[in-house]
């Protein structure tokens, strides 16, 4: 086995093993926590740049390990792999900061670190994922090690949502092994291939729309598909850490990550339209962006409204890969990226906000844009890219799908776009307009620092902030996810 | 990059890094002595007249910017001059206000926006820019913190949305499989798009917002009033013409005759003249009776408009006629807002009757008396209907009957003032110089200088003067008519706002029962699948099990064994 071949491995292995050796540390050790944990963050980040470069240019790395008789394990890095991992590569180095920073003094540190590191492994696990089986493997490491996080407080309410959370996601995993049971049964081992490896079983049709079905149900517990989006919510409890990492990358993006798997290299986007399950699961994708937005509307607790909005939100991912054509594809992966952006600088403003100022509400904001400054810019930017407006990333995101629909004639999905981008500024605007516009209704507590917040709450806020524009502005630059999204669909999905 | 790229370039990246050094409280105080000077570039590029076109391969999906024809230079002209004005006159007029800082943000913001989407030579980039503009201008309309301002604000920001999302509609539809295309090849798309009057209404309407078109007019008189004069004056003047801007970008004139789509501009456009000055002389703070004087001027615009959609061949006049109304009117109307400002506060005696006076020029000129160029720009339109019969021509001069009543009652309002004085220095030079600088126009109009022999002509300088005339006339035979009237500003907007609230209840009910029903479910599935209280139940049967299954051990032992004894037999 030669080097290039353990990349994929070595890209799971930096933080699972950091996590494993992070249990054995004592609490009080949070400078070697903290060490270890960012230099882990930035090796990873390392590997990730070095399999970029390969995977541009045309290499394709893969681990292959024996699992079970007839399926091996494979970690494969192609160029969609290649965007989920780097997203994920570079939030976890932010969200660490800013854990380390929110969780300060708060006991089981070193549980909690662990954890947030087997998690992360699971997803670069998920992303890297060759096989459905892999996947499957992974996507279920994801919940178990997510658990921890989302009832890391222990308070009633936490264990709560936990119980929700994992009776919500172990019955999706049995849905998903159920479904990739089947496929593997019926087809043999499932290698995700461009273009779809279900091709011989065209004539099985009904089994074919059963798997399909089973998987998506599967997935879109994760993705928060309506109507099994509600455990999402109820999540919140989370610290904002746990909850930006969740709603920006690891479980809901797993399940949107999913969805693009399995519609374009396990059954092929032309078999699946074909089959008439997108068309389903469009349908699906619309009704869940509005309604998320609909819900959010009436949430009056800022988490909780951010929650309803990536179940909106993420969506779009959804809905840009169902519907056939190639910006569709470049506009739905694109959000894979940008939505992760701009949703966990808006969970870093919420946390930022509720460390330092105690908000929890959303009409506790008045006049915050003069106490927290950075902060509320942070969150202005983020929600008017939610909005789609320009230069900002959900803008491209917007611009593509449109511009997507129009092209293969499915204009409906504009009518959805408009609709949902009102909605989004009808619940994000107020809080906007009153954080910059409005008085307080006391004094706000002095700072206590130098700055508006912690510097280490400041930073990653500041750093995601400013991607979201600048994925946004210089969407039109080599390496933007625009041009990644471009790039995958050029390749593995309409050649 | 030539002195005029580099120029056209700083016209839009000096406002905006301008507006963020505000924020940054190092530079705070360098960036509030430079921000009033921030339009400077866009105003020399604008009168050096260069042509220049920079391209920005990796910003958005590849940018270009620059001069390139006659409508970029003239709206470059007006949009700098109104800017460059209001600033100077805000540096002034802001310097104590307890907010200016915030001020100063916005309104550089708003120039950038406004400037860079006149230099743009791109759909996305056009786009880009406008969304800067309305945004920003949020922060203009809301900045007085008053109850009035405050609805304002909610009213513009509700329009603004409305109309970016038109347009935003209309650009993915037109721009389809080109991404990137040019503005150049826009209204050619138009033309040639499978839903092209889909895509024109879209345009109409949404561009309509920034214009106050009728029906979408409202927010228009509730917020320009709201702001604070000077950003009153840029909204009024520099804003508006955004909206008419993007109908001539886009719209595909002299390309396809749209005789549908023509008739309804003709038709709104008069009725916006028209309504504009009937709601508009009820109004009883200048500032909204000027307010509807731009929509009732944009009116005119809007059916000069209609008469090049209908056909192509007067499209290139028509085009000429509206770049010289809406130059006119961006000028002209800036003046008067800058100069209620001054005289509502002007202390008594000389500056107070220099303040009148110079109110006096710019209503006159705003209601196209002989000689000025409101004149022109009148003779201009006229003449756009010479083969269209008299009715057009009739019409334009009953609207300028409606002008002149309009600036009659502004002037009366102004000189009816008895308010506090102030004892601040007022912001006279940038308004004196805009006054003159829109005198000057008429010595060098940038186009329609053919006609300018007409101006002089004894023919046209009656048929200027008698609407003026005759406007003044009944606006003093008038005059105790509309004393007892009194039309909310916004006038429709009630209307709008009680829908709305009707609407916002219904989905709220709506969202109400979903979370009901959403509950329910919760509270089903909890009872169905009630793990805990299941799970007692299951605990409970398998232990009675097993409990009975002992009292079977000795024949459980006695199978096993059995069982042992045949498999080691049947080997």
């Known amino acids: 086995m030669t080097l290039d071949a353990l990349l994929p491995l070595a890209v799971v292995l930096t933080s699972l093993l950091p996590g494993i050796a992070i249990f054995w540390l004592a609490e009080r050790d949070t400078r070697l926590r903290t060490t270890l944990n960012l230099s882990a963050a930035i090796a990873k980040l390392a590997l990730v740049v070095v399999i970029g470069r390969g995977v541009l240019a045309g290499e394709i790395f893969e681990t292959r390990l024996p699992f079970v008789p007839g399926a091996d394990l494979v970690l494969r890095a192609d160029s969609l792999s290649l965007l989920f991992v780097s997203l994920s590569a570079v939030l976890w180095l932010v969200t660490t900061v800013y854990a380390v920073g929110y969780l300060e003094g708060s006991p089981h540190r070193s549980r909690f670190f662990g954890f947030f590191s087997i998690s992360v492994a699971s997803t670069m696990g998920v992303a890297l994922a060759g096989n459905l089986l892999t996947f499957f493997v992974f996507y279920e490491t994801l919940t178990l090690s997510t658990y921890p996080l989302v009832v890391h407080r222990g308070t009633p309410e936490a264990v709560r949502a936990g119980d929700l959370y994992l009776r919500y996601t172990l019955s999706g995993g049995v849905l998903l092994l159920t479904g990739t049971a089947i496929l593997y049964a019926a087809a043999g081992s499932i290698e995700f291939t461009a273009g779809g490896v279900l091709g011989e079983l065209a004539g099985r049709r009904g089994l074919l729309i059963a798997a399909f079905a089973l998987l998506i149900a599967g997935l879109g517990v994760k993705a928060a598909l309506i109507p099994l989006h509600t455990w999402l919510p109820v999540a919140m409890v989370a610290p904002a850490p746990v909850s930006a990492l969740l709603h920006a990358v690891a479980v809901v993006k797993a399940g949107a990550f999913g969805i693009t798997r399995v519609i374009y290299d396990v059954y092929g986007i032309r078999l699946a339209d074909r089959l008439g399950v997108t068309s389903v699961l469009a349908v699906v994708a619309a009704a869940t962006i509005l309604y998320g937005s609909l819900k959010a509307l009436a949430q009056d607790d800022l988490k909780r409204r951010l929650a309803y909005s990536t179940v909106s939100q993420v969506s779009f991912i959804v809905l840009g890969v169902t519907v056939v054509g190639k910006l569709l594809t470049i506009g739905g992966i694109a959000h894979l990226v940008h939505q992760g952006l701009m949703k966990i600088t808006l969970f870093f403003c919420a946390g930022n906000l509720a460390e330092e100022l105690g908000i929890h509400g959303v009409r506790e904001l008045r006049g915050a844009g003069r106490r927290m400054p950075l902060t509320m810019i942070a969150f202005t930017l983020a929600s008017l890219g939610m909005i789609g407006i320009p230069p900002l990333a959900g803008f491209v995101t917007k611009w593509y799908l449109g511009a997507g629909a129009v092209e293969v004639g499915s204009s409906w999905v504009i009518a959805v776009l408009i609709a949902s981008s009102l909605l989004n500024a009808a619940y994000l605007l107020p809080i906007v307009r009153d954080a910059w516009f409005g008085e307080p209704s006391a004094p706000w507590p002095a700072r206590k620092g130098r700055f508006e917040v912690g510097l280490w709450l400041l930073l990653p806020t500041i750093v995601t902030a400013a991607a979201s524009v600048g994925v946004g502005l210089f969407a039109a630059t080599k390496l933007s996810p625009l041009a990644m999204a471009a790039l995958i669909a050029e390749r593995e999905i309409h050649p | ?571």
Request: glycine share 8%; aromatic share 8%.
């Open chain 2, 1 to 571: 990059m030539t002195a005029n790229d580099a120029l056209a370039v700083a016209a839009i990246v000096l406002p905006l890094a301008v507006g963020v050094a505000i924020g940054i409280r190092s530079l705070r105080e360098a960036a509030l002595a430079a921000a009033p000077w921030t339009a400077l570039p866009a105003f020399v590029a604008a009168l050096d007249g260069g042509a220049s076109s920079v391209h920005a391969d990796a910003l958005l999906f590849g940018t270009t910017i620059g001069v390139e024809d006659v409508v970029t230079r003239v709206f470059l002209v007006l949009t700098a001059t109104v800017w460059l004005a209001s600033a100077a006159y805000a540096r002034t007029y802001m310097a104590w206000d307890p907010r200016r800082a915030r001020y100063w943000v916005f309104a550089s913001i708003t120039a950038s926006g406004n400037i860079g989407l006149v230099l743009a030579q791109d759909v996305a980039s056009f786009y880009l820019f406008y969304s800067v503009m309305t945004f920003g201008a949020y922060g203009l309309v809301a900045h007085v913190s008053t109850a009035e301002a405050r609805r304002a604000g909610a009213v513009y920001l509700k329009m603004a949305l409305l109309g970016e999302m038109l347009l935003l509609a209309a650009f993915v539809i037109l721009v389809g499989a080109r991404i990137d295309l040019p503005l150049h090849e826009a209204p050619r798309a138009v033309a040639d798009s499978p839903h092209r009057d889909l895509v024109v209404g879209l345009l109409l309407a949404g561009f309509g917002v920034k214009a106050g078109a009728i029906v979408l007019h409202v927010w228009l008189p509730v917020a320009h009033p709201a702001a604070p004069t000077p950003a009153s004056a840029a909204l009024s003047g520099a804003m508006i013409a955004a909206g008419v801007l993007g109908w001539l970008r886009f719209l595909p004139l002299g390309i396809v005759a749209l005789p549908g789509a023509g008739r309804i501009c003709l038709a709104a456009g008069f009725a916006a003249a028209f309504y504009g000055v009937a709601v508009g002389v009820t109004q009883r703070d200048p500032k909204t009776v000027l307010a509807y004087s731009s929509v009732s001027q944009m009116g005119f615009v809007t059916a000069a408009l209609g008469v090049a959609l209908a056909s192509p061949s007067t499209a290139p006049l028509a085009t000429a006629a509206i770049l010289f109304y809406v130059l006119h009117h961006a000028l002209a109307k800036a003046a008067l807002f800058l100069g209620t400002g001054i005289a509502m506060t002007a202390p008594t005696g000389w500056p107070r009757r220099l303040a009148l006076a110079g109110l006096l020029v710019s209503a006159l000129d705003l209601a196209g008396a002989p000689l000025s160029s409101g004149a022109l720009a009148k003779i201009s339109l006229k003449h756009l209907a010479a083969d269209r019969g008299a009715a057009f021509g009739m019409l334009l001069s009953a609207g300028a009957i409606g002008s002149t009543l309009l600036m009659v009652r502004v002037l009366s309002l102004a000189a009816a003032r008895r308010g506090p004085v102030a004892r601040r220095p007022l912001p006279w030079v940038p308004w004196l110089l805009l006054l003159a600088l829109d005198v000057a126009l008429l010595a060098a109009p940038p186009i329609d200088r053919e006609r300018l022999e007409l101006l002089v002509d004894p023919a046209s300088v009656a048929s200027a003067a008698w609407p003026v005339l005759a406007g003044i006339a009944i606006a003093f035979a008038g005059r105790r008519l509309v004393r007892g009237l009194a039309i909310p500003p916004g006038d429709l907007l009630v209307v709008f706002e009680r829908v709305g609230a009707w609407l916002r209840a219904r989905i709220t009910g709506a969202v109400r029962a979903g979370v009901r029903a959403e509950d329910a479910l919760r509270a089903w599935l909890a009872r169905r699948v009630a793990v805990p209280r299941r799970r007692q139940t299951l605990l409970r049967e398998a232990s009675r099990l097993e409990h009975g299954l002992s009292g079977f051990a000795p024949t459980g032992v006695a199978l096993l064994v059995l069982g042992i004894v045949l498999a080691w037999a049947s080997r």
